[in-house]
């Protein structure tokens, strides 16, 4: 589902990668994007890198390749599986929340038309969302009463 290889066309049928001002653009975004990780105490500590040059490299390959420009992504690392590379990494609604919240600000600092931030928007705003694999801290849940033939009570 995160994985377009180049189909996004703008109706003049120019990619979108090009419309948007090409590489230049989706540098931009991720620099501003990881500058603002990098400060983020939940989201910093996720990353194993001690530098996030790598994963802003990354990132923007695989932007560029899924709005329409180069292919670099797929070249050097394969098919995306997004869900599988997230796996290692507890990735909450917090996270998600987080994550979001400095991809907002990146594209809303982008130069980017607000038509163009909104189609970019709503698509990793979907990403995110698909990408949670883990639930946020709940508090400690009480001991439910089990009965002998193993059905649950939930209203003693
Ligand atoms: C929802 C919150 C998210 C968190 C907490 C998160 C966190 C991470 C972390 C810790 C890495 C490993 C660093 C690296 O190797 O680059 C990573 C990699 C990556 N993430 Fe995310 N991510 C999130 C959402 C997204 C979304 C929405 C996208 C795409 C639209 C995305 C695309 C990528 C890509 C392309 C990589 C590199 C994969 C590779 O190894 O080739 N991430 N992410």
Known sequence: MTWNNGAVRTPDQRSFYDAVGGHETFVRIVGRFYAEVAEDPLLRPMYPDEDLSDPAARLTMFLEQY???????????????????????????????????????????????????????EYVVRAAHFLVNTPDDEPPKPSLPIDTTGTASVTQ
């Open 67 to 121: 709005w329409g420009g180069p292919t670099t992504y797929s070249e050097q690392r394969g098919h995306p599986r997004l869900g599988m590379r997230h796996a290692p990494f507890p990735v909450t609604p917090a996270a998600r929340d987080r994550w979001l919240t400095h991809m907002r600000s990146a594209l809303e600092e982008s130069g980017m038309s607000a038509e163009h931030v909104a189609t970019f928007w």
